[in-house]
């Protein structure tokens, strides 16, 4: 168990946790009209943390309450769903079905669909030429890249 002493610093207008130090570091430069120093006994080997603001907050312990974060869930989220479907994916699917609607396409639509062909089109051409031009480029594909980072989770 490794107590430490550590000083949490908070804006006295808010009561928002803004730095911790050590008990050591010198804070004699924190200005005291704008900022409440506090200092706690927490335990690192238990992954205690701060939560809350100076009045009401307290001590936890992620080993005793795990900390969920909600906007670390949404991202995580947002990546399963990336990962799965990228937007030039989820935008293709779209295209297709609206397409294959009855609904008559907007000229934003079509504007927006000609566009994306030509740049689709414009990739395809580089991928070619560098990938062919092996005297002039070093190209990675995207298999190779994939391929990397399976073999860096791997390594042992």
Known sequence: MAIETKK?????????LVAMMENDQDTSYVDLEKFNIKVVEMDSDNGDYWHGDYDTGTIQSRTEKPLVNEATLKYNTNVKILEEYPIHKQLNIIIEMLDASDVPNTDEFTAMKAFI??????????ITAYSTNSDAYTFVSVDD????????????
């Open 145 to 156: 890249d994939k391929a990397q980072a399976e073999a860096v989770k791997t390594f042992e």
């Open 117 to 126: 062909d030509a740049a689709k089109a414009n990739l395809d051409e580089k």
């Open 8 to 16: 949490l610093i908070f804006m006295k207008s808010n009561g928002v």
